[in-house]
């Protein structure tokens, strides 16, 4: 999966990014408690996807219940999230 590009940011944001590049905080909540549990900052080119593996290894546990935007269908989330 591409990143999208520096305009569509741009014009997304209103804003003309004197930057070289966008960021992007990944982060996994305790729905519960409201808590951060997991958290990473990506440059533009690591897509939701790529991050996954790295905020599961953060939690301590297994994962109940996972809740996120269609960046993260697919085989590769459902794999990792896959019971033992």
Same mark, same amino acid.
């Given at each position: 999966? &591409?990143?999208p590009g !520096? !305009?569509?940011l741009a014009e997304k944001h209103k804003t003309r990014? !004197? &930057?070289k590049s966008w960021r992007k905080l990944h /982060? %996994? /909540?305790d729905l519960?408690? %409201?808590d951060i549990i997991c958290s990473d900052l990506a440059l533009d080119d690591v897509g939701d996807p790529s991050a996954f593996p790295g905020l599961l290894d953060q939690i301590g546990g297994p994962v109940d219940q996972? /809740?996120?935007d269609g960046?993260?269908?697919g085989g590769p989330t &459902?794999? /990792?999230l896959r019971p033992l």
């Open positions: 999966m &591409r990143p !520096k !305009k569509w990014a !004197k &930057r /982060l %996994g /909540l519960i408690t %409201g996972f /809740l996120a960046a993260y269908d &459902r794999e /990792l």
